[in-house]
């Protein structure tokens, strides 16, 4: 008899992977409000950034932002049950906007901030 599992991983936010520039970041978990487990994940796709750039100072702690603060994108989601984490920021791509999990929003300030890195755009497929 063959056993089949089927396992599913997170939703690919990325439109195309070509011409990705993603870097390693401290994430933190201001304002991130924990689920009916218990549990503080940050989904991909979400934009996150602060005062301190994460370009010029890696140990910056970026947060969930939806302003002019944005530094990029998180490619995959981030888990901060227990405080900072690190996490996978795109700073150059693609985001295709119609892979976004539910809930995350970008906003046209977060599109001013990360306009000539980060494209937004809509496709099905």
Sequence with gaps: MTLVQNFDGPTQVLGF??????LGA???????TADATGKKII??????GGADSTLDNEQAVLTVVNDATAQGVLEFPVDVTAGQND?????NGY???????QGVTISDDV??????KVVFFKRNK
């Design 17 to 22: 992977i070509a011409n990705k520039v993603a």
């Design 87 to 91: 996490g996978t920021l795109i700073v």
């Design 26 to 32: 401290v994430i933190g978990d201001t304002g991130v």
């Design 111 to 116: 599109k001013k901030a990360l306009a000539g």
């Design 95 to 101: 985001i295709n906007a119609n892979r976004l999990p």
């Design 43 to 48: 989904p991909a796709g979400t934009p996150v």
